[in-house]
Structure formats: structure tokens, C-alpha cells
């Protein structure tokens, strides 16, 4: 657990500020939703949000709990446009404090609780369960514990919705035994998933089924373009908060390999949802 903290910090901890300037206002950094070709990188993390929410069936009365918090965008989401009590957990100290303010800034302190917790240690039933782009850092080692710790913090008939980078069935075992440019110099420990994988941990270590999958991969490359044409556009204002030219050339290329990477689908981008025993479809899903 200490090497996940230490694997989280390397990348996260870069500083607040430094996200600010390539990310939109909701500070997702992870994939939007482009409900069209031309919409906004905000107006597609919205989306994006909006459409993990509709997967969950969120309610008024349910108790969300969040692992992985990011910059709150997702937790404040939920609880401002859904009515939903929320409870997130991150392992970055950075995250964790600026979540805090934000959701002391909107007001909404009753609604979400934010943690600075490792997942593993947590308690308790919750009605839905959301974790965008976590699964990553989890590891070939540690997925059954992941699992068996989703699967018991649901209740019965609870539902759970992840968003995930995977690599393809083909290649899981060659590149979990190597180590490339972004283990390397940007997510040290990071472990991409492929959906066997995650089919395979699903049905040993939980009770719960896939009830939806959606590939948002095309997605994904869209974003990496907003995110890499903002970054270079502040290099001044990187280059202002300590780093220097090489890190800017380390940064540029580290978005533009992702893009690629998902534009000629090396690797995906997939919208998961797994429901308990007791989930039942709601009555708009079972026509």
C-alpha cells in the first residue's frame, strides 16, 4: 500500500496548478464523452459524467461511493445534479485537499465526504459504486483484490459502473511483464487491464454480472488532442511553476503517444457496468 501511495504520488502530486492548465473547469483527467464532433473538451466531460451517472440509475436516495476521487468533478457531479449522498476516497494527499475545497465551494459538504484512504480499508454497504480510470494503477497483482473489495462494499442489489483504459486480450501478458515509456517516466506501476482479464476476476472473486459495456476509445484520442493543444499552449506558464524544457518534450510526447495509441486501438477505452444478484433493470431499461 506504501507503493501505491509513492506510485499515485509521482504522477498526481505534480502539483494542482500544473492540471489547471490543460484540463477544463470539471478537471477530469480522464476520457470524455464528444456528444459531437465540435463540442467543448467541458461540455464533453460533462457528458461523460452525465452518462456514468445515467449507467448507475443514481437516485435521490442512494449512497455513491467513489473510488478514486480526482479533483472531486465526479463526487460534486452526482451530488449537485442527481441528489445522491457521496462518499469518494483518493490516496493523493494533492487531490484529496483540493477536492475538499471544492465541495466546500459548492456547497455541498452535507452531500459528499471526501477520504484520503486506500479503497482496501474501507467499510461498509453502498447503493452504487463509481471508479473512472483507477483500475489502471491496481495492478496484474492485486485485481481479485479489487474485485472482492467492490463486490463486498455493494449491497445486494447494487450496481457498479468503472471507465477503463484496456490493451487487448492478445497482448495483457507481454506488456505487464514490460515496462514502457509511460511506466518508465509517467505512471510509475501502471498496469493497463484487457477486458479478459476483467471478465475472468468478475466471475471468480464477485457475485456480479456485466450488464453494459460501452467503447468510448474514439473518444479517448479526441481528448488527448484538447489535453496535448492546451498543454503546449501554456508551456510559458510550465515552464513559469519550476519544470523545464525537457519535461515540456517528455509531457508532448507522453499525450501524443496515448493518442495514438487509441486512435490506431492499440490500446481502449471502455464504459463497464457489473450489477449484484439483486439488481433489477429499471423499467425504461427492460422494454
Known amino acids: 500500500r506504501t507503493g501505491s501511495r509513492k506510485n499515485i504520488a509521482a504522477h498526481y502530486d505534480l502539483g494542482n496548478d500544473f492540471f489547471k492548465l490543460f484540463l477544463d473547469p470539471t478537471m477530469m483527467y480522464s476520457s470524455a464523452l464528444f456528444p459531437s464532433a465540435d463540442a467543448s473538451l467541458e461540455e464533453a466531460s460533462v457528458a461523460k459524467l452525465d452518462e456514468l451517472c445515467r449507467q448507475l440509475e443514481l437516485r435521490s436516495e442512494d449512497h455513491l461511493l467513489e473510488i478514486g476521487t480526482g479533483w472531486g468533478g ?57 471508479s473512472i480510470e483507477m483500475i489502471e494503477a491496481v495492478g496484474h497483482a492485486f485485481y481479485s483484490d479489487y474485485f472482492q473489495r467492490c463486490s463486498a462494499l455493494l449491497k445486494p442489489e447494487g450496481k457498479m459502473v468503472i471507465q477503463a483504459i484496456t490493451i487487448a ?93 487509441f486512435r490506431e486501438r492499440i490500446i481502449g477505452t471502455v464504459q463497464l457496468a457489473f450489477a449484484k444478484p439483486g439488481y433489477r433493470f429499471a423499467s425504461s431499461q427492460a422494454q
Open 74 to 130: 465526479m463526487a460534486i457531479h452526482a451530488a449537485r445534479h442527481y441528489g445522491c449522498r457521496v462518499t469518494t476516497t483518493t490516496i493523493s494527499r494533492e487531490q484529496y485537499q483540493y477536492a475538499c475545497e471544492q465541495v466546500q465551494q459548492a456547497g455541498l459538504q452535507d452531500r459528499v465526504t471526501v477520504l484520503c484512504e486506500d479503497y482496501r480499508n474501507l467499510t461498509g454497504r453502498y447503493d452504487k459504486l463509481v
Open 169 to 261: 486480450d492478445q497482448r495483457y501478458d507481454s506488456a505487464r511483464k514490460s515496462v514502457d515509456f509511460i511506466q518508465r517516466y509517467i505512471f510509475p506501476g501502471g498496469c493497463l487491464p484487457s477486458l479478459a482479464v476483467i471478465s475472468d476476476h468478475l466471475a471468480r472473486d464477485t457475485d456480479m454480472q456485466m450488464v453494459h459495456l460501452r467503447d468510448i476509445t474514439a473518444d479517448y484520442a479526441l481528448t488527448l488532442a484538447h489535453w496535448r493543444e492546451r498543454f503546449m499552449a501554456a508551456q510559458e506558464a510550465v515552464l513559469r511553476q519550476g519544470f523545464d524544457r525537457s519535461f515540456i518534450r517528455m509531457w508532448e510526447f507522453y499525450l501524443a503517444y496515448c493518442e495514438g495509441g
